[in-house]
């Protein structure tokens, strides 16, 4: 069974833009961080389907704009950049891009409509999400076919919203004759480098106690959608100090006490180390000229 990739926490709300419009997707966009002003992982899951025809094939999504909660900063000057083009991506697939410059990954179903061609109708792909000024970069690879399809494209980044297009890819009718997206659950990680964050959460959490994530949904035909999805969010916890950025609570600080001062100890000595931090670290290895040195683990309060 594949493995969803939307937390418990998730709401669902849907918000029809006209009296009476039957909804063609679901849509969940989640920060997994709940303090304001805090690095975060962001999750989404996006379920399209014919209101009509619910077994069959969707309507073809043109463009996908998602729109961070004001105040969401996204700095893509953190991960590493890839600059490799789309053919150059298609071509050589992940390793066009440099490892550090992977931001996540996830999946996607495509719908094609054709039924007992030489692929199965839904085509399904591994997605991995590549980082690049001001553009987060799709490469998906197929997992149900021989030989394997990978695509790839660069969607743009402008102040928390990213904007995504759909190529126009041949399918068959209905409910129209191009391919459609039929299930995507993508992942954003968690990345934090020099102090500064991938994505931050807002610095502010009103009394709703929640944040709330918004993706437009353009179709082929004309149709527009719009549907809101609300994050959980803790105004009892602020940020360090607003005007600094996040601290990287990956690398614990450590503190030394006792021992020479400086160049070379003319006897023995005794060295305290301690973690003046809280960190998911529970124990700690100590090493003297490559030779590892006993000691002790200690359980985290």
Not at 33 to 53: H, K, L, R
């Amino acid at each position: 069974m594949r493995k969803a990739l939307v937390p418990a926490i998730a709401i669902l709300l849907w918000l029809p833009v006209t009296a009476g419009a039957q909804q063609r997707q679901t849509f969940t966009g989640t920060f997994t961080a709940q303090a304001p002003g805090s690095p975060t992982a962001f999750i989404e899951a996006i379920d399209y389907a014919n209101p009509d025809d619910p077994q069959g094939k969707p309507y073809s999504v043109h463009r996908v704009v998602l729109r961070m909660h004001p105040g969401t900063a996204v700095d893509t000057s953190v991960p590493e950049q890839c600059k490799a083009t789309p053919d150059q991506i298609t071509q050589r697939g992940k390793d066009a891009c440099p490892a550090e410059s992977r931001v996540g990954g996830g999946e996607v179903d495509v719908d094609t409509g054709f039924e007992g061609g030489p692929f199965p109708r839904v085509i399904e792909s591994d997605v991995t999400l590549f980082n690049d000024e001001g553009q987060l970069i799709l490469f998906t690879e197929s997992t149900n076919t021989s030989p394997k399809i990978r695509t790839s494209s660069r969607g743009p980044i402008d102040d928390a919203t990213f904007t995504t297009e759909v190529p126009p890819l041949p399918g068959s009718p209905p409910p129209d004759s191009f391919t459609a997206i039929k299930r995507v659950r993508l992942q954003l990680d968690r990345i934090v480098s020099g102090g500064r964050a991938y994505i931050t959460t807002p610095r502010t959490c009103d009394q709703t106690r929640r944040w709330t994530n918004t993706a437009t949904f353009t179709y082929r035909d004309g149709a527009t959608q719009t549907v809101e999805s609300p994050t959980p969010c803790n105004p009892g916890t602020a940020p360090r100090d607003p005007g600094s950025a996040p601290r990287d609570r990956t690398k614990p600080r450590i503190r030394l006490g006792g021992g020479p001062r400086r160049g070379c100890a003319p006897r023995s000595f005794r060295l305290q180390v301690r973690i003046v931090e809280q960190s998911a670290l529970r124990r700690a290895a100590l090493y003297l000229d490559g030779r590892k040195l006993p000691n002790e683990t200690r359980h985290a309060l």
